[in-house]
C-alpha cells in the first residue's frame, strides 16, 4: 500500500515555515562545496549595466565567416569600420577622422593593444586568432573609470577562451580568392590542478585589388602567430593565469614618397612593413572570501615596425643651409624648395632667410643641387610598455559593492625617425567604482579615476549612472560620464625627420644625409576632454527570447587634437571640438530554438570644427543577421551590414556562411562556405581601395577531436 | 522514632515510581502505538544525536534510541516488533546480510547509491527513503521559476544515466525537451560545451561523480559565463551558486518518519521521495541572470499543490 501524502493543510503549514538551511542538519549535504558565484564574481544583469554594451558571442564570431575582428565590429551599433589599406583597419565609434582611429580603448584579456608611441590599434597585428577568441565585449561610450584614459568614445574588451575550455585538437584551413589563405591549429590540455592552451595561425591576403587610378593596390599581408595560455589553482583562493604571444609578418605598403623637387623619376616599388608584436602577461587572483577578492595583472608587450624604402630627390633636399632655413621660416623654405625655378634670387624675407635663401638657389643652378639622389629611408619603431595593475574587489553588503585599484605602466617608443631616440612616458592611475542598488528597482553607479601622466600632466573623470529596473530584466538607465584622452607621444613629442642613408652619391661631403624638413611636436598639448550624456532602455522579454537595447546619446568632445599627422606643418593644438548626437537600437531575438535574428541600427549626427572629423561618420549604419540550425549538422547565417557613407563613400554588403557539421567517430569536421557580396559599386573608405570583383568567395575546413 | 526521609529514599522512590509508570504504559497502551524505533550509523556525532534526540520528542510514545552499529548483532538477532532506522551506507551493507530481520527505514540513500549497492531489486521489509531531489519536482521547479525554458541540459555519468528515461518520461508531459549529454571524463569539458550550446537551462542530477568540489568550479563558472542557469543537482550546491533546488531537511524527514511510523510496517512503500520538502534560492544568482528572485516559501506551495493535482 502506497500512503498518500499527508492532509494539505499541515503540508501548505510546514512550507510557510521552512526556515533557513541549518548547518548541521543531517540531511543536507555536508560536500565542503566552495562558494564558486560570489558576489565579487557575479556581474551587473544587461538590464542593470551603467551603459549600452553589445556583446558579440561565439555563436556569432562563427557564424559571421570574419577573418578579422574589425569584421565583427560592424556588428556593433554605431561602430564605424573603414580600411586605410587592405591590412590597416581605422575604426572609430561614431566617428572622427578617418585617417586615424585612435579614441578607442581595446583590451585583450585585460591587457591594453593600444600602441605606445603613436596611439594607433594595428587591427592586423594584434596577436590573437580569432579562433582562440570566445567573446567581444564592446562597452559603447566613454568609461575612462573601469578602462583607463582612451577609453575615450568606446571599449573594445576581447575575450580569448579560457584554457579550460580548450581541451582537446582543432586544425582549421580557410582558402578562398582574393588570396585568401588561412590557418589555426590548437592543442588543448588539463591537469589536476590547471589547463594550458597553445595555438599557432597565420593569415594571408591580397587586400584591395586595385588603386583609383586602376593600378595594382599593394596593400596585401601575411603574418604567423603563436599563442601560449595557462591557468592554474594553487589553492581554494589562489589562481594564476598568464598568456604570451607573438606575431611575426608583413605588411605592404603601397610606396608613397613624392619628391618634393620637380624632374625627380627615380624612386622605389614599397614602403612594406615587417612587423612583429610579443605580448605576455601574468595574473595572480586572490579571493579572500566569497565578499573579497583581488587581482595583480602585469604585462609587457613590444611592438616592433620595421619599414625602410628607397627614397630619390633632388640633392639639395640634404642641404644643411636649406635645413637651417627650415627651422627658420619652414613656410619660406617650403615656397622656396616648391618654385625653385622660379627664383632668380631669394623671395623676399628676413636678412638671415634671404642670405641662405641665395646659399641653396646657388646650390640648386651650379652645385648639382638638381641631381637626382638616392637612399634609405628607415621609418622604423620599437614601442614597448610595461603595465601592473591591482583590482580589489569588496562586496560591503548585500546591495553595496566597491570595485577599486591602482596601475602603473610605462611607455616606451624608440624611432629614428620619430622621436630622433627614445622617448619614454610614466602614468599612475587610481581608480574607484561603487555600485549601490538602493531598492529592488534602483541602482547607482558612480566612480572616478584620477589619472597623473608624466608628459601631459594629471586629470580626474568622473562617472554616474542610474538604472531603474521595472523587473529584473527590463531597465531604463541615465548616464553621464566624462572621459579624457591623453596626447600621445607622437602628437604631443614627435621630433619627426628622415635621415636618408646609403645615399647613391655623396650629397655636401656626406653618405647620408638629413632631410631638410623637420617637424616638431607643441610639447604642451592638454588632454582632450569628452562629456557623455546617455539614456538607455535595455529588456529582455523571456517568453519570445527578444533582448532589446536603445540608447540616446549626446557627446562632445572639447580640446580636439584634430590636425592630421603629417610631417610638413604639423600644428597640432587643442583648438578643436565634435559633437556626436543621435540614436542607437540593438535587437537580439531567439526566434526558435534553431533561429536567431539579429538587428542593429544607428543614426549619428556629427558635427566638428575641423570637418575632418565628421569624415568617417555614416549618419545612418547598420548590420542585419539570421542565423539557422537546419538539422542533420546544416547550418546558415545571413548578414547585411550598411553604412550610407562613410568618407564619403557608401558601404552595403551581404555575406552568406553555409556551414556542414559531419561526425567522423569522436571526431567533428565542419566545412563551410563563405561567400561575401558587395551591393554597392563604391570604393571601401578611401578611392585608392577597390576590389575588381565584387563578391569574394572563399571555404574553410575545421577538424576537432 | 521516626527519620526524615533520605535523599535515598527519594531517589528510590522516584526510580519505582517510573517503572510502575513504564509498566503501566506497557500493560495499557496499545500495542502499534507503543514501539521500539532503533537508529543506527557506522558513525554517530552531532548531527545523528540531534536528530535521534529531534525523533524522540516528535514520537514520545515510542522507545527511540541509537545504537551505533558495531554494537548490534546481526540483524536476524534483533525482535521484529523493532522499527529499524538506518542512516548510512554502512549500515545498509550491515542490515542487508540477512534477509529476515525487523522492518526498516532507510534513510540518507540516493537513487544511484542503491541502485550501486542493490542492482534493481529491493530486499523484503526495507523502504528506501530517497535523499536525492525527485526529479519531477525539480523539472516543476523550473518550469515555475523559468516558464520560458523549454530544453532542459542534463549531464550524466555511467552511474546516473539509468535516470534518463523516468526524467525524459516526466519532461515529456510537461512539454519540455531534455538535451543530454554524457559527461565520462570530468577534466574534459568539451562536453560542457557542446551542452551549453543547445540548452535554456541546466538541471543538476544528484550524481558526486559529477557535481562535486572539483567540478564545481569550472561547471559554474562556465555555465554562467553563457548565462545558463543551473538548477540543483542538491541544496549544497545552490550555495556555491546554482540557482534554485528543492531539498528535504531534518524537519522534513522528521514529519515523514512520524507518519510512516504511525503505520503498520506492512503498509510502508518500498520506497519513497518525501512529500515534505522545501525550496532554496540564491537571489545574488537570480539578480545577475535578470530573474526575478525565488520566493522559496511560495514556490515550495506551488509544487506542493502541483504534485497534489498531477
Not at chain 1, 560570489?38 to 564574481?41: M, V
Not at chain 1, 632655413?325 to 634670387?345: G, V
Not at chain 1, 624608440?414 to 542598488?437: A, C, I, K, M, P
Given at each position: 500500500m502506497y500512503l498518500g501524502p499527508p492532509p494539505r493543510s499541515s503540508l501548505v503549514l510546514a512550507l510557510l515555515f521552512s526556515g533557513p538551511l541549518l548547518a548541521d542538519d543531517l540531511f543536507l549535504d555536508s560536500q565542503p562545496l566552495?562558494q564558486v558565484l560570489?558576489?565579487?564574481?557575479l556581474?551587473?544583469?544587461?538590464?542593470?549595466?551603467?551603459?549600452?554594451?553589445?556583446?558579440?558571442?561565439?555563436?556569432?564570431?562563427?557564424?559571421?565567416?570574419?577573418?578579422?575582428?574589425?569584421?565583427?565590429?560592424?556588428?556593433?551599433?554605431?561602430?564605424?569600420?573603414?580600411?586605410?589599406?587592405?591590412?590597416?583597419?581605422?575604426?572609430?565609434?561614431?566617428?572622427?577622422?578617418?585617417?586615424?582611429?585612435?579614441?578607442?580603448?581595446?583590451?585583450?584579456?585585460?591587457?591594453?593593444?593600444?600602441?605606445?608611441?603613436?596611439?594607433?590599434?594595428?587591427?592586423?597585428?594584434?596577436?590573437?586568432?580569432?579562433?582562440?577568441?570566445?567573446?567581444?565585449?564592446?562597452?559603447?561610450?566613454?568609461?575612462?573609470?573601469?578602462?583607463?584614459?582612451?577609453?575615450?568614445?568606446?571599449?573594445?574588451?576581447?575575450?580569448?577562451?579560457?584554457?579550460?575550455?580548450?581541451?582537446?585538437?582543432?586544425?582549421?584551413?580557410?582558402?578562398?580568392?582574393?588570396?585568401?589563405?588561412?590557418?589555426?591549429?590548437?592543442?588543448?590540455?588539463?591537469?589536476?590542478?590547471?589547463?594550458?592552451?597553445?595555438?599557432?595561425?597565420?593569415?594571408?591576403?591580397?587586400?584591395?585589388?586595385?588603386?583609383?587610378?586602376?593600378?595594382?593596390?599593394?596593400?596585401?599581408?601575411?603574418?604567423?602567430?603563436?599563442?601560449?595560455?595557462?591557468?592554474?589553482?594553487?589553492?581554494?583562493?589562489?589562481?594564476?593565469?598568464?598568456?604570451?604571444?607573438?606575431?611575426?609578418?608583413?605588411?605592404?605598403?603601397?610606396?608613397?614618397?613624392?619628391?618634393?623637387?620637380?624632374?625627380?623619376?627615380?624612386?622605389?616599388?614599397?614602403?612594406?612593413?615587417?612587423?612583429?608584436?610579443?605580448?605576455?602577461?601574468?595574473?595572480?587572483?586572490?579571493?579572500?572570501?566569497p565578499?573579497?577578492?583581488?587581482?595583480?595583472?602585469?604585462?609587457?608587450?613590444?611592438?616592433?615596425?620595421?619599414?625602410?624604402?628607397?627614397?630619390?630627390?633632388?640633392?639639395?633636399?640634404?642641404?644643411?643651409?636649406?635645413?637651417?632655413?627650415?627651422?627658420?621660416?619652414?613656410?619660406?623654405?617650403?615656397?622656396?624648395?616648391?618654385?625653385?625655378?622660379?627664383?632668380?634670387?631669394?623671395?623676399?624675407?628676413?636678412?638671415?632667410?634671404?642670405?641662405?635663401?641665395?646659399?641653396?638657389?646657388?646650390?640648386?643652378?651650379?652645385?648639382?643641387?638638381?641631381?637626382?639622389?638616392?637612399?634609405?629611408?628607415?621609418?622604423?619603431?620599437?614601442?614597448?610598455?610595461?603595465?601592473?595593475?591591482?583590482?580589489?574587489?569588496?562586496?560591503?553588503?548585500d546591495?553595496?559593492?566597491?570595485?577599486?585599484?591602482?596601475?602603473?605602466?610605462?611607455?616606451?617608443?624608440?624611432?629614428?625617425?620619430?622621436?630622433?631616440?627614445?622617448?619614454?612616458?610614466?602614468?599612475?592611475?587610481?581608480?574607484?567604482?561603487?555600485?549601490?542598488?538602493?531598492s529592488e528597482?534602483?541602482?547607482?553607479?558612480?566612480?572616478?579615476?584620477?589619472?597623473?601622466?608624466?608628459?601631459?600632466?594629471?586629470?580626474?573623470?568622473?562617472?554616474?549612472?542610474?538604472?531603474?529596473?521595472?523587473n529584473p530584466r527590463?531597465?531604463?538607465?541615465?548616464?553621464?560620464?566624462?572621459?579624457?584622452?591623453?596626447?600621445?607621444?607622437?602628437?604631443?613629442?614627435?621630433?619627426?625627420?628622415?635621415?636618408?642613408?646609403?645615399?647613391?652619391?655623396?650629397?655636401?661631403?656626406?653618405?647620408?644625409?638629413?632631410?631638410?624638413?623637420?617637424?616638431?611636436?607643441?610639447?604642451?598639448?592638454?588632454?582632450?576632454?569628452?562629456?557623455?550624456?546617455?539614456?538607455?532602455?535595455?529588456?529582455?522579454?523571456a517568453d519570445?527570447?527578444?533582448?532589446?537595447?536603445?540608447?540616446?546619446?549626446?557627446?562632445?568632445?572639447?580640446?580636439?587634437?584634430?590636425?592630421?599627422?603629417?610631417?610638413?606643418?604639423?600644428?597640432?593644438?587643442?583648438?578643436?571640438?565634435?559633437?556626436?548626437?543621435?540614436?542607437?537600437?540593438?535587437?537580439?531575438?531567439?526566434?526558435?530554438?534553431?533561429?536567431?535574428?539579429?538587428?542593429?541600427?544607428?543614426?549619428?549626427?556629427?558635427?566638428?570644427?575641423?570637418?575632418?572629423?565628421?569624415?568617417?561618420?555614416?549618419?545612418?549604419?547598420?548590420?542585419?543577421?539570421?542565423?539557422?540550425?537546419?538539422?542533420?549538422?546544416?547550418?546558415?547565417?545571413?548578414?547585411?551590414?550598411?553604412?550610407?557613407?562613410?568618407?564619403?563613400?557608401?558601404?552595403?554588403?551581404?555575406?552568406?556562411?553555409?556551414?556542414?557539421?559531419?561526425?567522423?567517430?569522436?571526431?567533428?569536421?565542419?566545412?563551410?562556405?563563405?561567400?561575401?557580396?558587395?551591393?554597392?559599386?563604391?570604393?571601401?573608405?578611401?578611392?585608392?581601395?577597390?576590389?575588381?570583383?565584387?563578391?569574394?568567395?572563399?571555404?574553410?575546413?575545421?577538424?576537432?577531436? | 522514632?521516626?527519620?526524615?526521609?533520605?535523599?535515598?529514599?527519594?531517589?528510590?522512590?522516584?526510580?519505582?515510581?517510573?517503572?510502575?509508570?513504564?509498566?503501566?504504559s506497557l500493560?495499557f497502551a496499545t500495542p502499534t502505538w507503543a514501539a521500539e524505533i532503533l537508529l543506527t550509523a557506522a558513525e554517530d556525532g552531532p548531527g545523528v544525536q540531534a536528530f535521534v534526540q529531534a525523533l524522540g520528542q516528535k514520537r514520545p510514545e515510542d522507545r527511540v534510541t541509537f545504537t551505533?552499529l558495531?554494537?548490534?548483532?546481526?540483524p536476524?538477532?534483533l525482535p521484529s516488533t523493532v522499527r529499524l532506522i538506518l542512516l548510512d551506507l554502512k549500515s545498509l551493507d550491515w542490515r542487508l546480510?540477512?534477509?529476515?530481520g525487523p522492518p526498516t527505514l532507510v534513510l540518507r540513500i540516493s537513487r544511484l547509491q542503491a541502485r550501486q549497492h542493490l542492482g534493481h531489486s529491493v530486499p523484503p521489509r526495507i523502504s528506501l527513503l530517497w535523499s536525492d531531489p525527485p526529479l519531477e519536482r525539480q523539472l516543476r521547479l523550473i518550469a515555475d521559476i523559468l516558464p520560458q525554458a523549454r530544453r532542459i541540459g542534463v549531464l550524466y555519468g555511467?552511474d546516473s544515466e539509468f535516470l534518463l528515461h523516468e526524467l525524459r518520461q516526466h519532461a515529456t508531459s510537461m512539454g519540455l525537451e531534455i538535451v543530454s549529454?554524457?559527461?565520462?571524463?570530468?577534466?574534459?569539458?568539451?562536453?560542457?560545451?557542446?551542452?551549453?550550446?543547445?540548452s535554456d537551462v541546466l538541471l543538476g542530477l544528484d550524481d558526486p561523480q559529477l557535481y562535486n568540489p572539483?567540478?564545481a568550479?569550472?561547471l559554474l563558472?562556465?555555465s554562467y559565463?553563457?548565462?545558463l542557469p543551473l538548477i540543483g543537482p542538491n541544496a549544497g550546491f545552490v550555495k556555491a551558486g546554482s540557482l534554485a533546488s528543492t531539498y528535504s531537511d531534518q524537519s522534513d524527514w522528521l514529519d515523514v518518519l512520524d507518519r510512516l511510523l504511525d503505520h503498520s510496517p506492512s503498509s510502508w512503500p518500498r520506497s519513497l521521495y518525501p512529500e515534505h520538502f522545501k525550496v532554496v534560492g540564491n537571489p545574488q544568482v537570480a539578480r545577475s541572470l535578470g530573474i526575478e528572485q525565488v520566493d522559496e516559501a511560495a514556490a515550495a506551495v506551488r509544487l506542493a499543490e502541483g504534485e497534489k493535482r498531477p
Open positions: 566552495p560570489t558576489a565579487t564574481r556581474k551587473q544583469s544587461a538590464a542593470a549595466v551603467p551603459g549600452s554594451m553589445t556583446v558579440i558571442d561565439s555563436e556569432l564570431i562563427k557564424a559571421s565567416g570574419a577573418r578579422d575582428i574589425t569584421e565583427l565590429l560592424r556588428l556593433v551599433p554605431g561602430m564605424m569600420v573603414g580600411y586605410t589599406t587592405g591590412n590597416q583597419a581605422a575604426v572609430n565609434y561614431h566617428g572622427t577622422n578617418a585617417s586615424d582611429a585612435r579614441r578607442m580603448q581595446v583590451l585583450i584579456d585585460g591587457r591594453s593593444v593600444y600602441r605606445a608611441g603613436l596611439a594607433t590599434v594595428d587591427w592586423s597585428d594584434i596577436p590573437v586568432a580569432m579562433e582562440d577568441i570566445e567573446r567581444i565585449e564592446v562597452f559603447r561610450g566613454p568609461n575612462t573609470v573601469s578602462y583607463g584614459a582612451n577609453a575615450l568614445m568606446a571599449v573594445v574588451n576581447i575575450l580569448t577562451r579560457s584554457p579550460a575550455n580548450s581541451q582537446g585538437t582543432r586544425m582549421k584551413i580557410t582558402q578562398g580568392e582574393r588570396g585568401i589563405n588561412d590557418y589555426y591549429a590548437s592543442q588543448g590540455v588539463g591537469w589536476e590542478t590547471g589547463n594550458l592552451r597553445l595555438s599557432v595561425s597565420g593569415q594571408q591576403d591580397d587586400g584591395f585589388d586595385s588603386d583609383a587610378l586602376g593600378a595594382d593596390r599593394r596593400d596585401s599581408r601575411r603574418l604567423n602567430r603563436f599563442s601560449l595560455a595557462v591557468s592554474q589553482t594553487l589553492n581554494q583562493q589562489q589562481s594564476i593565469d598568464w598568456q604570451f604571444n607573438a606575431k611575426e609578418g608583413s605588411n605592404q605598403r603601397p610606396y608613397t614618397y613624392k619628391p618634393v623637387f620637380d624632374g625627380i623619376t627615380e624612386g622605389g616599388t614599397n614602403s612594406d612593413v615587417t612587423a612583429k608584436d610579443y605580448a605576455g602577461s601574468l595574473r595572480w587572483n586572490f579571493d579572500f572570501s565578499e573579497h577578492s583581488l587581482y595583480i595583472q602585469g604585462s609587457a608587450q613590444q611592438w616592433d615596425r620595421r619599414q625602410i624604402w628607397k627614397a630619390c630627390d633632388a640633392k639639395v633636399s640634404f642641404s644643411p643651409e636649406l635645413t637651417q632655413l627650415w627651422q627658420l621660416n619652414s613656410n619660406y623654405a617650403e615656397k622656396l624648395a616648391r618654385h625653385m625655378d622660379n627664383y632668380t634670387s631669394a623671395p623676399p624675407g628676413s636678412a638671415a632667410e634671404q642670405a641662405l635663401a641665395n646659399q641653396v638657389l646657388d646650390q640648386w643652378k651650379n652645385g648639382g643641387g638638381k641631381d637626382s639622389v638616392c637612399g634609405n629611408i628607415d621609418q622604423s619603431t620599437r614601442e614597448s610598455r610595461y603595465d601592473l595593475e591591482l583590482q580589489d574587489t569588496l562586496s560591503l553588503t546591495s553595496l559593492r566597491l570595485v577599486s585599484g591602482m596601475n602603473y605602466r610605462y611607455d616606451r617608443a624608440d624611432s629614428d625617425t620619430y622621436f630622433n631616440g627614445t622617448l619614454d612616458d610614466n602614468t599612475w592611475r587610481l581608480f574607484g567604482h561603487l555600485e549601490w542598488r538602493a528597482h534602483w541602482l547607482l553607479q558612480g566612480g572616478a579615476m584620477f589619472e597623473d601622466t608624466r608628459l601631459s600632466g594629471n586629470s580626474l573623470t568622473p562617472r554616474v549612472a542610474v538604472n531603474y529596473l521595472i527590463h531597465g531604463l538607465r541615465a548616464v553621464y560620464s566624462e572621459a579624457i584622452r591623453s596626447p600621445d607621444m607622437f602628437e604631443n613629442n614627435v621630433n619627426w625627420s628622415y635621415r636618408v642613408t646609403n645615399l647613391s652619391s655623396p650629397a655636401y661631403g656626406q653618405n647620408s644625409g638629413q632631410y631638410f624638413v623637420k617637424t616638431r611636436g607643441p610639447g604642451n598639448l592638454d588632454k582632450e576632454r569628452m562629456r557623455s550624456r546617455e539614456l538607455g532602455y535595455n529588456g529582455f522579454f519570445i527570447g527578444l533582448n532589446v537595447d536603445v540608447k540616446l546619446f549626446y557627446d562632445e568632445i572639447t580640446d580636439m587634437i584634430s590636425e592630421p599627422l603629417r610631417n610638413n606643418q604639423y600644428i597640432a593644438s587643442n583648438a578643436n571640438s565634435s559633437r556626436f548626437t543621435g540614436t542607437e537600437t540593438q535587437l537580439d531575438w531567439r526566434v526558435s530554438a534553431s533561429d536567431r535574428l539579429r538587428l542593429t541600427y544607428a543614426y549619428v549626427d556629427a558635427s566638428a570644427t575641423n570637418p575632418l572629423d565628421q569624415q568617417q561618420t555614416a549618419r545612418n549604419s547598420g548590420s542585419a543577421g539570421w542565423l539557422r540550425e537546419w538539422g542533420q549538422g546544416w547550418s546558415s547565417a545571413l548578414f547585411y551590414y550598411g553604412d550610407d557613407a562613410l568618407n564619403q563613400y557608401r558601404f552595403e554588403r551581404v555575406d552568406m556562411r553555409v556551414a556542414k557539421r559531419i561526425a567522423l567517430g569522436k571526431a567533428n569536421l565542419e566545412l563551410a562556405g563563405m561567400l561575401q557580396q558587395r551591393l554597392d559599386n563604391q570604393p571601401t573608405t578611401w578611392a585608392d581601395n577597390n576590389y575588381d570583383q565584387r563578391h569574394v568567395l572563399y571555404f574553410s575546413a575545421e577538424l576537432e577531436f | 522514632m521516626s527519620h526524615p526521609p533520605s535523599w535515598m529514599t527519594h531517589l528510590f522512590t522516584a526510580r519505582v515510581w517510573r517503572r510502575c509508570l513504564l509498566l503501566a500493560l551505533p558495531k554494537d548490534l548483532p546481526a536476524a538477532h546480510q540477512d534477509n529476515q555511467i549529454q554524457p559527461w565520462d571524463n570530468i577534466n574534459d569539458s568539451r562536453p560542457l560545451q557542446t551542452l551549453f550550446k543547445s572539483k567540478t568550479k569550472n563558472l562556465s559565463a553563457r548565462q
